[in-house]
């Protein structure tokens, strides 16, 4: 069997979703630093994105299994600690997807740009935690629908 | 082995540890939903540092242990972490009030460990401090909120900062095990800090009505493990209660 490019796989890796948002793929929350091979080996370096984050393992079995159901025997998930994992890594795709599922994507101001869901820019922090380690919650005070903000770190 | 390197790990995954067991506790009782959420995050944060900083320690250590071995094996005299952390949540302003005081430390210490010369502490503060300012945000619009509230609230944070208060000087000890590692551009001295979390704490403070003591004395004996309060103890007992009775349980 020909090795699969690098290319080939960040393609394979771009069709895996993350557990907890399955709208975006694990490329897309630019945890995935890496893919190598190393001889016969197959090496993906993959961030955490909050260090506590109990998606963490999941995450790196979904990516084996995906690996080896496109015919990949041999692979090694490295966690990299650093440089340490930042929202400026998501993708723009990724941005896009977060949006449209009703996640306010993250922004450098600190709170989301708008509504999700109609796009009001009228909108209030509830609480500065969420559903999962990544998100905050907000509120809309047009439309009155609470959402999820992706945090920005 | 590098017995200051390891005894330096053991304090910082201690710390995180205990104080991440200790918000954990409010899980399910917190007294609404988005609080009970953003304890539970912080817990979580916590628990994951601990897991880096152990890791560490187990590798310098070199003995076979993993970082749940260290975390769940260990009694009381061998923990490492502040007296500040261990002392029991009490309402959800002391718990809050706790956070703050070590949040403020926790900032600073990172920001300084980040410029370590061990690549390996420089990357996990690089990591951790990235939460310890999400924490520092959240601790200190809390505690100045609870301070400039009612009456009621504002007794109870001024109970708080009365009862917590001799447990902040034990953060800025140097001991030989800090000055080592200091002099070697590993870590920070503690006592170099304080002037920086005084800067922190007391503007935050005053705008949440809350009067500082005055008298600095200090407890001390957790970070060296010479003396933890009887609280410890009893919080090992609840957290280490099932990988004591089932050990090398798997799931």
Redesign the interface.
């Known amino acids: 069997m020909t090795r699969p490019t690098t290319d080939q796989i960040w393609g394979w890796l771009d069709a895996v979703p993350d557990p907890e948002i399955p709208v975006i793929s694990v490329v897309d929350l630019g945890i995935v630093r890496g893919v190598e091979w190393d001889g016969e080996t197959l090496e993906v370096a993959v961030t ?1 994105t ?5 998606a963490t393992t999941i995450i790196a079995f979904d990516i084996e299994t995906a690996l080896r159901d496109h015919g990949i025997d041999s692979i090694r998930i490295k966690t990299r ?6 929202t400026d890594w998501l993708t723009d795709k990724g941005r896009r997807k977060l949006e449209t599922y009703g996640i306010a994507p993250p922004r450098a101001a600190g709170g989301p740009e708008r509504c999700p869901h109609c796009k009001s820019e009228d909108v209030e922090r ?6 999962t ?1 990544c998100k905050a ?1 907000w509120r809309c005070t047009d439309c009155l629908e609470p959402f999820d903000y992706f ?1 920005c ?1 | 082995m590098d017995a200051a390197l390891f005894e330096f790990l053991l304090r910082q995954g201690d710390n995180t540890l205990v104080l991440g067991h200790r918000v954990s506790e409010w899980c399910g009782v917190a007294p609404v939903l ?2 009970d ?2 304890l539970a ?9 601990t ?2 900083w152990l890791d560490y320690a187990a590798e310098v250590e070199g003995a076979g242990q993993s970082a749940d071995d260290l975390a769940y094996r260990r009694d009381v005299w061998d923990f490492r972490s502040l007296l500040l952390l261990e002392q029991p949540n009490g309402d959800f302003g002391q718990t809050l009030m706790r956070q703050f005081l070590f949040d403020a430390f926790n900032v600073l210490n990172l920001r300084a460990l980040e410029q370590s010369k061990d ?1 390996r502490i ?3 503060a ?3 401090v ?2 310890a300012l ?1 924490h520092l ?2 601790s200190r619009e809390t505690v100045v909120a609870l301070g400039d509230g009612t009456a009621e609230s504002n007794a109870r944070m001024q109970a708080a900062l009365n009862l917590l208060w001799p447990y902040v000087g034990e953060m800025f000890i140097a001991d030989p095990v800090d000055l080592d590692l200091a002099q070697k551009g590993i870590a920070a001295d503690p006592s170099t800090l304080r002037a920086a979390w005084d800067a922190t704490l007391r503007p935050a403070l005053t705008d949440a009505m809350l009067n500082i003591p005055e008298d600095d004395f200090a407890h001390k004996g957790g970070k060296t493990g010479a003396r933890h309060s009887e609280h410890l103890g009893h919080m090992l007992a609840v957290m280490q209660s099932l990988p004591r009775a089932y050990p090398d349980a798997r799931w």
């Open positions: 955490p909050y260090s506590g984050c109990p600690i650093a440089p340490a994992w930042t509830i609480s500065q935690f969420g559903s380690p919650q945090k770190i | 988005e609080e959420i953003a995050n912080t817990a979580l944060d916590l628990v994951g540092q897991q880096m690549q420089a990357g996990i690089a990591k951790a990235k939460e999400y945000d959240r």
